[in-house]
């Protein structure tokens, strides 16, 4: 650890350092640090531990990064970082740290939530909604909206609500795309998919992995209607729509 510190300081370092990572500043350094989390999820997705560890070591170097600048402004260094997230995880897991032993794992999460939301408000942010980044992909966000709406009591008592609620928008999305109305449509897809972000949570599924494994699905199965295609005939435009659905699920089929 020691060693990638003064690596950051060489590279940073106003005379003899790079001069790309000299003018770099933390909003510049933002997309990279996305970047490498979602790398690093990409690898835990193939299972390919090699390419984990090659990728935490990218992500670390972010975190390495963003306190280097940040000590350079006299706000906080690494260590501060690190004593940080030890006394945030000894607090948050009295379970574990504490006296609150034999806690039932399915109320972990929301134990969590709870500390999380006094933390926000001894901070000054007593909303219940506060505190969420900004930037967090969309499905993940409506998630974590739902969540802590449900932590006040503001949620429905089983599936069949939200279930429901979705059958709802997707009625009023039809009513919209009739009248042509492309603002309405906007906006009751976005009811949907936050409803349907809803039923997800009631299921105890995560919206964002179930879209990444139905891309990677759609992904394999055109790839092998492409190679029908190419079998056939190699002219996409010789196959009207009901072959081409015929080939989608022999596809299916096939996966």
């Given amino acids: 650890m020691d060693k ?3 690596i950051m300081v060489r590279l940073r370092h106003p005379e003899s350092g790079c001069p ?21 999820a990409d690898a835990i997705d193939r299972e390919n531990l090699i390419d984990l560890k090659d990728e935490l070591g990218d992500l670390l170097l972010q975190v390495v990064y963003h306190a280097r600048m940040a000590e350079e402004a006299n706000a906080f260094d690494f ?16 379970h574990v740290f504490g006296n609150d032993t034999g806690l039932d794992p399915d109320l972990q999460t929301e134990a969590w939530e709870v500390l999380k939301r006094s933390e926000r408000i001894e901070n000054g942010d007593s909303g219940v909604l506060g505190g969420i980044p900004k930037m967090l992909p969309a499905l993940t966000k409506a998630a974590k909206l739902g969540r802590r ?4 009591g503001f949620d429905w008592p089983g599936l069949a609500g939200p279930r429901a609620k979705l059958d709802e928008e997707l ?7 009739s009248r042509g109305d492309r603002k309405a449509v906007s906006a009751e897809m976005g009811d949907a998919l936050f409803s349907l972000v809803n039923v997800c949570r009631h299921l105890k599924l995560d919206p964002e ?24 005939d190699g002219d ?5 729509s009901d072959r081409l659905e015929s080939f989608w699920q022999e596809a299916k089929a096939e996966t």
């Avoid at 260590?79 to 009295?94: G, L």
């Avoid at 709406?149 to 006040?152: E, H």
């Fill in 4 to 6: 990638l510190l003064d």
């Fill in 20 to 40: 790309w990572d000299r003018a770099q500043t933390f909003k510049t350094i933002a997309p990279y640090t996305i970047e490498e989390a979602y790398e690093v």
């Fill in 79 to 94: 260590s501060a970082v690190v004593e940080t997230i030890c006394d945030k995880m000894t607090r948050r897991h009295p």
């Fill in 149 to 152: 709406a449900a932590l006040v």
């Fill in 171 to 177: 009625t009023e999305l039809d009513e919209a795309i």
């Fill in 209 to 232: 992995t179930c879209l990444r494994d139905a891309n990677v699905r759609f992904i394999e199965r055109f790839n092998r209607v492409e190679e029908k295609v190419g079998k056939a």
């Fill in 236 to 240: 996409w435009q010789a196959f009207d």
